[in-house]
């Protein structure tokens, strides 16, 4: 489930995972799921209107469901990803190091201030087949490094990653990481189908990194018990976001995996991440660029702040809940009472959310524009112009 190099996100229809809504209509009928779908469509009248970009890229999308040949270009990418032999793997690998050298070259974010020496420490939470780290370590050659990724025999991808002596990989699944996510054996139910799988602690409170990469998506070819198929992306994100923050030296930076900037959980965790760190989003000119996939890129972040510490434990609770909960406490976790209303949010946010979004849409309507699924099913005339520049209704 850790790894998204070669699995790339389902963009034109993501309705499981909760930090990719989709815009196409899907079946709701909890309470929550309908009150989520109803901040959704207020963020997206919201940047409709106040950026051109966001605008655009919703009209070509709508263009890309209305028609087929979409679900057919990306259901042939999920099967070269899921069947991927050596040699894509590795074609995959050396994308995503250009891709690393791309964000690098416009955020600086892989050279670690002060590096050398063994205080310098790199920690990627899902890195198979090791493209960014081996980025990261290209541009810190001295540092320690620590990788968790998916065993292959549970359905991970091989590590393509030179191995060397400063560089310690831990084969393992990092959303049963209980004991670091703060359970604890009392805490998890003898009945639990995954009782036998959770795990003991892997990090020393001590542990402390310079560079945290976080981008891990879950993975179809990762056989996992029932209960967590509509919880796991959730899962995988908090437990990145929770044990990446919690052990990141203060100063430190974060590159995070993300979907659709305009997502009211992608929305939340930027407007969470803004109040303790510099950020901005990266999303690569090609590698990926038709997709709603992007990149956070925090820097000089607080992570001893109390604003850290907070936003850590809600992680946590998160995980706890996606783990252990009833679905109807899941579902009303999904979005608390305890966040800002989207009128109160976009009233505050909404500013430096078009800000921070308009290269990503920009860089994806620039790329779907040129789709074959998109160029097939054009407007006649009267209707959006091939490049999608119609002004929103």
């Known amino acids: ?17 909760p930090i990719s809504h989709s815009e196409p209509s899907i079946e709701v009928t909890h309470p929550h799921e309908r009150g989520l779908q109803r901040v959704s469509a207020e963020i997206a009248r ?12 919703s ?24 069947s991927a032999d050596d040699k894509t793997a590795r074609v995959f690998y050396n994308m995503m190091q250009g891709i690393g050298d791309e964000m690098h070259l416009l955020t600086g974010v892989f050279r670690i201030k002060h590096s050398g ?50 560089i310690t990989l831990n084969f393992l699944d990092i959303t049963m990481l209980a004991a670091d996510m703060g359970a604890t054996d009392t805490s998890i139910p003898a009945e639990h189908p995954d009782t036998d799988n959770f795990l003991p602690r892997q990090f020393d409170p001590a542990d402390k990194f ?74 690569p000119t090609r590698a990926h660029a038709k997709r709603s996939s992007f990149y956070m890129v925090a820097t000089n972040i607080r992570s001893d702040c109390e604003e850290a510490g907070n936003a850590i434990a809600m992680w946590k609770r998160m995980w706890n ?46 790329a779907l524009a040129k789709a074959p699924f998109i160029r097939e099913n054009r407007p006649t005339r009267g209707g959006m112009a091939a490049g999608g520049e119609s002004a929103c209704s």
């Not at 919201?46 to 970009?53: D, G, I």
């Open 1 to 17: 489930m850790q790894r998204s190099q070669i699995h790339p996100d389902d963009d034109m229809n993501s309705p499981s995972n």
């Open 321 to 366: 809940v996606a783990t252990f909960g009833s679905d109807e406490v899941y579902q009303e976790a999904i979005w608390d009472d305890d966040r800002p209303d989207a009128v109160s949010l976009l009233s505050e946010f909404g500013p430096r959310l078009v800000g921070l979004g308009r290269e990503v849409w920009d860089i994806q309507s620039n």
């Open 210 to 283: 310079d560079l945290v990469i976080c981008d891990g998506q879950v993975l179809r070819t990762h056989e996992r018990a029932a209960y967590r198929e509509r919880r796991e992306a959730t899962r995988l994100t908090v437990t990145q976001l929770a044990l990446g923050l919690e052990h990141l030296k203060p100063g430190g930076s974060m590159i995070v995996l993300l979907h659709k900037v305009e997502a009211p959980d992608c929305v939340y965790l930027l407007y969470t991440f803004e109040k303790f760190a510099s950020v901005r989003l990266f999303k």
């Open 46 to 57: 919201y940047l409709r209107k106040e950026s051109p970009e966001f605008c655009r890229l």
């Open 59 to 82: 009209k070509l999308r709508q263009q890309g469901w209305a028609n087929p040949a979409g679900d057919v270009f990306f259901s042939k990418q999920r099967r070269t990803a899921d």
């Open 117 to 166: 020496g063994p205080d310098t420490a790199i920690l990627d939470m899902c890195m198979a087949p090791g493209g960014y780290l081996a980025t990261a370590l290209h541009h810190n050659p001295d540092a320690r490094a620590v990788g968790f990724s998916l065993p292959a025999k549970q359905g991970g991808h091989n590590v393509l990653l030179p191995r060397r002596p400063n």
